[in-house]
């Protein structure tokens, strides 16, 4: 195969692969996850989920758990893991390099809130 | 003691497009090493074919550059031009799979979040920019690698790449995240920019080079001009068989096309005066065509590995087709007449279109070891291998050198491969047309 078919064909499936993508996102964004049942959690029991296969963030006195997320993570893992179990709402806000999240990252959170934490 | 020069030309071929693959992909390893388990996601995949492709076109970037010691690398400007445009390639089909892949692992966690990173989306920088160039670089791909457009409209397309380089520095600076890998990939970006600087101000200007006047020119056939060149001010050393980048400059009776093309120099390397056979091919070429005496020329290079000075004393056969056989002409000018045997085959349409033939009958009558062989396709058919055999006998343990245009040059090394001549002994100009 020359080189014209090889850059013609790779275009024409990268448009069908992303139109696939396009409208399967689109079609599993209009039936989003029922919101999950807030409880209230203590520190304690948030700091329990520590490891990356099983990590909750605090943030701003909300617990999420971001385990399925990590993989999604634009930045590596590790900017994320570091902070499981833990009081994490400084380093969400400001990543850390005092640069804020996006509207759409904090909407993002909301999808894996967990439940409130008392002090 | 042995030569900087001789050091670069005892390596192996494939020694150049190996250190520049490897200089592309550095980026990228480095963050799979860096990144353990998590390049094993899809994720990990996308930031690795992102990396990839980054430093696939910073390198392809540096190999379009007309530099010599690039040429002595890699045996000839054809060849760094065939690695250039490989990298551009390999680069432009990991860039397709960076989004795609990044999209997925998002979609398989969040699908919402899968369609923000599916659209160049203004409010982040970084998918914004990735956007931008990822539709810049899919135009000028499909527009310049995939279509048959003439050759100036072409030039100015390809270049035009050099949007869609910037738009891909902007996504690496916006993308950084103080990683040794995404360093690695900007500082390899940097050189990038600086080598397309470079070749747009310093090489592409038709004023660039060293200085030459016309002084004689002489129409040899109906599209083809015979140019003698002098040199205004510093005088250009080359070797029989390279060839040079010329550009005319405007004159008071000639206006130039304001592109350089390369040519091959017909005349021996002692004589101070350069000499060019033009064939109205293209736009620029039949503009040439009226060149008058007095005007100036730009003159870069010189360039080409056709005859590689490892074969110099082994028996040769030059095979030729068209305006392909002037790199015979100042060739033939310097062999010895006790040098290895020489069978040069000069393939044309006929006797009538076979412009040089006087010339390379007039260089070899006293060299007794050379012997020049026709094959005319209206009367003989096409130059295959049996008919070039049944000429100059077999050609196992000979040095083949082909010299002609692309799809004979191209047809003629794959009936050779199939005929067992190894690779290693088959020795082209390729891939200085686009």
């Keep these: 195969m020359n080189t014209r078919r090889v850059v013609l064909v790779a275009a024409l499936a990268f448009m069908l692969a992303w139109s696939t993508l396009v409208s399967l996102a689109a079609q599993k964004s209009r039936h989003p996850v029922a919101p999950r049942e807030a409880r209230l959690l203590s520190r304690a029991e948030v700091a329990h989920h520590d490891r990356p296969e099983d990590c909750w963030l605090v943030i701003r006195g909300k617990a999420y758990d971001v385990t399925k997320y990590l993989s999604a993570h634009p930045a590596p893992p590790r900017t994320i893991t570091d902070h499981c179990g833990k009081e994490s709402t400084s380093a969400f806000e400001t990543k850390e390099r005092g640069r804020a999240h996006s509207p759409q990252a904090w909407q993002l959170l909301e999808t894996y809130f967990v439940g409130e934490v008392r002090d | ?237 080359f070797e029989a068989g390279q060839f040079v980048y010329l550009a005319m400059r405007d004159s008071p009776d000639y206006q130039a096309c304001g592109e350089s093309h390369p040519y091959t120099l017909t005349g021996h390397p002692d004589d101070p005066r350069l000499h060019v056979s033009v064939k109205a091919l293209g736009f620029c070429t039949r503009h040439i065509q009226e060149a008058t005496v007095d005007t100036e020329a730009a003159v870069q290079g010189p360039f080409g590995g056709l005859f590689p000075p490892q074969t110099m004393n082994r028996p040769q056969v030059w095979i030729g087709g068209g305006i392909g056989v002037t790199p015979f002409l100042g060739r033939a000018s310097i062999i010895a007449a006790d040098g290895p045997s020489i069978d040069i085959v000069y393939c044309a349409a006929n006797e009538g279109t076979a412009l040089y033939l006087e010339d390379l009958r007039t260089l070899t009558r006293d060299r007794p070891n050379m012997c020049v062989h026709t094959i005319y396709e209206d009367t003989t058919g096409l130059p295959t291998v049996p008919a070039i055999e049944s000429r100059v006998g077999s050609l196992e343990g000979k040095e083949l050198m082909l010299a002609g245009p692309p799809a004979m040059v191209d047809a003629l090394r794959r009936a050779l491969r199939a005929r067992g001549i190894p690779a290693a002994h088959i020795h082209t100009e390729e891939g200085m047309a686009r």
């Design chain 2, 1 to 237: 003691m042995v030569a900087k020069g001789e050091l670069v030309l005892k390596l192996p071929s494939w020694f150049p497009v190996l250190v520049a693959t490897t200089l592309a992909v550095t980026p990228a390893l480095t963050w799979a090493c860096s990144a353990g388990a998590d390049a094993l996601t899809w994720h990990g995949f996308a930031r690795f074919t992102g990396f990839a492709a980054a430093g696939l076109f910073a390198v392809s970037m540096l190999l379009m550059l007309r530099l010599t010691w690039l040429d002595r690398a890699f045996r000839g400007l054809g060849h760094v031009y065939q690695a250039h445009h490989a990298l551009g390639v390999a680069g432009f089909l990991l860039l397709l799979v960076h989004p795609l892949t990044l999209a997925l692992g998002t979609f398989l966690v969040e699908p919402a979040a899968a369609l923000r990173l599916l659209w160049p989306n203004p409010s982040s920088k970084a998918v914004f920019s990735g956007w931008l160039a990822l539709l810049l670089f899919l135009v000028f791909f499909v527009v310049t690698v995939a279509q048959r457009i003439p050759f100036h409209r072409w030039r100015r397309l390809h270049r035009a790449l050099g949007l869609a380089y910037g738009a891909m520095v902007w996504h690496l600076v916006a993308t950084y995240h103080g990683s040794v890998a995404g360093g690695l990939a900007l500082g390899l970006a940097a050189l990038g920019v600086l080598g397309f600087a470079h070749r747009l101000l310093a090489e592409d200007p038709p004023s660039r080079g060293l200085r030459y006047r016309i002084t004689s020119v002489r129409r040899r056939g109906p599209k083809v001009v015979d140019l003698v060149l002098e040199p205004l001010d510093k005088k250009l050393r």
